[in-house]
Nanobody, 115 residues
Framework: QVQLVESGGGLVQIGGSLRLSCAASGSISSINAMGWYRQAPGKERELVAIINSGGGTYYLNSVKGRFTISRDNAKNTVYLQMNSLKPEDTAVYYC?????????WGQGTQVTVSS
């Protein structure tokens, strides 16, 4: 089992920055990739960014150049640095750990970008 704890969400003004953290514990060695998803009110959950075990990354087109996903293996933590935030970035952000036969999710952290 993998446990994920997100932190770093909050209220920020347009153009501001936040860094989300996701600390993983449990069967960490079984994780193939970790990602960040988000879900805005009235919308479906969407993939924001993924980092795999080799360090490769993927980003949602709308966040490319603004968001950066990274990892600290020593701390078993994945980060999402969010810059130049826009109102449309407002959502609950969820950390996800990917395994061969299962996925694990954190409880989510609210990011609100105010105008």
């Amino acid at each position: 089992q993998v446990q994920l704890v997100e932190s770093g969400g909050g209220l920020v003004q347009i153009g501001g920055s936040l860094r989300l953290s996701c600390a993983a514990s449990g069967s960490i060695s079984s994780i193939n990739a970790m990602g960040w998803y988000r879900q805005a009110p009235g919308k479906e959950r969407e993939l924001v960014a993924i980092i795999n075990s080799g360090g490769g990354t993927y980003y949602l087109n709308s966040v490319k150049g603004r968001f950066t996903i990274s990892r600290d293996n020593a701390k078993n933590t994945v980060y999402l640095q969010m810059n130049s935030l826009k109102p449309e970035d407002t959502a609950v952000y969820y950390c996800s750990a990917k395994r061969i036969n299962s996925d694990y999710w954190g409880q989510g952290t609210q990011v609100t970008v105010s105008s």
